[in-house]
């Protein structure tokens, strides 16, 4: 199983980015985005899930981020919209079969892409 995430950069506080995750090896029961700031630990942002509950978002981003999942490709997306310099953050695309209660947990998935920067400035 490989995840490979694509689509960070630099843009202005107010921009949009998608970012791309690239799944291999076989399908999973749940797919989430993850980011760690500078010298912040890790912190979950938006998972799709198979369970009937349907996506989840943190707080902080609903309403401007959306994320989706292409299962012919087997590829995630993160929407991101209405960026904030507070979005400044390494994304990591992430694939597991975690139980309910893990979804937005990070120990819940078994598979980690590399990692994308976005940087937001204002």
């Given amino acids: 199983v490989q995840l490979q995430a694509s689509g960070g950069g630099l843009v202005d506080a107010g921009d949009s980015l998608r970012l791309t995750c690239a799944v291999s090896g076989r399908s999973f029961r749940s797919y989430a985005w993850f980011r760690q700031a500078p010298g912040k630990e890790r912190e979950f942002v938006a998972a799709v899930t198979a369970f009937s509950s349907g ?46 209660t893990y979804v937005s947990a990070s120990e819940g998935y078994k598979y980690w892409g590399q990692g994308t920067l976005v940087t937001v400035s204002s």
């Fill in 55 to 100: 996506n989840r978002y943190t707080d902080s981003v609903k309403g401007r981020f959306t994320i989706s999942r292409d299962r012919a490709k087997n590829t995630l997306y993160l929407q991101m919209n209405s960026l904030k310099p507070e979005d400044t953050a390494v994304y990591y695309c992430a694939a597991g079969d975690p139980i309910i």
